[in-house]
T-cell receptor, first 113, second 112 residues
Framework: DADVTQTPRNRITKTGKRIMLECSQT?????MYWYRQDPGLGLQLIYY???????NKGEISDGYSVSRQAQAKFSLSLESAIPNQTALYFC????????????FGPGTRLTVL | SQELEQSPQSLIVQEGKNLTINCTSS?????LYWYKQKYGEGLIFLMM?????EEKSHEKITAKLDEKKQQSSLHITASQPSHAGIYLC????????????FGTGTRLQVTL
């Protein structure tokens, strides 16, 4: 079984709809992240969380919100989706410490029409 | 904020050839991570470099960190079709790995 899972894997929605992307991990990591990837722009950090009570904005948090329901679960919401939020979304986890890599989920491809 | 520039943006090489991808940071590097992504899929961790002059290898992939130049290079020897994908570098600009900044990626194609 995958250590970091994301649901759904693909989603097509309409402008103005509320969308939730979910991430679960079995690695026991405290840190969790949400990124979006657009062609030619690499990965951009949306939000990150270092534990259940800690939520931090990343580079591009406008239009997004998150919820850390438990150590293993970190959800990303688009309150009112717009077409320029069409992208590939990744969840990642890591242990605390300065030399720990991030482990990525398989991604969610979101299309907003 | 820290920015990472990768070069080249894309690369097509013939199977068996060597290649190098570079990642240059606008600020001090406390840690440099290399990832590989197959098209439309998640990122797979390759290796991490922390100290100036450090060099690590995994199978036919070698990465080096030049701390003074704020640069890292990824070298693939005798490329194979399985090496095809997008290579991304990620940098820790704080020393705590609290969050990473990623480059825009290098798209590698390996032809037969």
């Amino acid at each position: 079984d995958a250590d970091v899972t994301q649901t759904p894997r693909n989603r097509i929605t309409k402008t103005g709809k509320r969308i939730m992307l979910e991430c679960s991990q079995t690695k026991g990591h405290d840190r969790m992240y949400w990124y979006r990837q657009d062609p030619g722009l690499g990965l951009q950090l949306i939000y990150y969380s270092f534990d259940v009570k800690d939520i931090n904005k990343g580079e591009i948090s406008d239009g997004y919100s998150v919820s850390r329901q438990a150590q293993a679960k970190f959800s990303l919401s688009l309150e009112s989706a717009i077409p320029n939020q069409t992208a590939l979304y990744f969840c990642a986890t890591s242990e605390q410490g300065a030399d720990n890599e991030q482990f990525f989920g398989p991604g969610t491809r979101l299309t907003v029409l | 904020s820290q920015e990472l520039e990768q070069s080249p943006q894309s690369l097509i090489v013939q199977e068996g050839k060597n290649l190098t991808i570079n990642c240059t940071s606008s600020k001090t590097l406390y840690g440099l991570y290399w990832y590989k992504q197959k098209y439309g899929e998640g990122l797979i961790f390759l290796m991490m470099l922390q100290k100036g002059g450090e060099e690590k290898s995994h199978e036919k992939i070698t990465a080096k960190l030049d701390e003074k130049k704020q640069q890292s290079s990824l070298h693939i020897t005798a490329s194979q079709p399985s090496h095809a994908g997008i290579y991304l570098c990620g940098a820790d600009g704080t020393g705590t790995a609290s969050k990473l900044t990623f480059g825009t990626g290098t798209r590698l194609q390996v032809t037969l």
